[in-house]
């Protein structure tokens, strides 16, 4: 079991970015997906989740900037994110949980991928 995260990069204050992560293994079609994002210093945090059912959850900051979507056919989690902002810097993981809820503890997902560095320059 494996997830794959890619797209990250260095992009100037307002521009975007669109974050993939792909699944391999065994489906995530009955999974939370989730993305999450550490910057230097600060703790693991919850940007956004989604459902089996397509239900999403986003931290507050991020909220009509981020879009999360997946594709059940491709077993692949997208984080579209618009409007970006010096703090929206951090290494942004993908992450799978068996719950049926989006939680915000990253203690109660299962399965991780390795990691995507967003940088965003004022």
């Known amino acids: 079991v494996q997830l794959q995260a890619s797209g990250g990069g260095l992009v100037q204050a307002g521009g975007s970015l669109r974050l993939s992560c792909s699944a391999s293994?065994?489906?995530?079609?009955?999974?939370?997906m989730s993305w999450f994002r550490q910057a230097p210093g600060k703790q693991r945090e919850l940007v956004a989740g989604?459902?089996?059912?397509?239900?999403?959850k986003y931290k507050d900051s991020v909220e009509g900037r981020f879009t999360i979507s997946k594709d059940n056919a491709k077993n692949t989690m997208y984080l579209q994110m618009n409007s970006l902002k010096p703090e929206d810097t951090a290494v942004y993981y993908c992450?799978?949980?068996?719950?049926?809820?989006?939680?915000?503890?990253?203690?109660?997902?299962?399965?991780w991928g390795q990691g995507t560095l967003v940088t965003v320059s004022s």
């Open positions: 992450a799978s949980s068996r719950s049926t809820r989006i939680l915000n503890s990253p203690t109660l997902y299962q399965y």
């Open positions: 293994g065994r489906t995530f079609s009955g999974h939370i």
């Open positions: 989604i459902t089996s059912g397509g239900n999403t």
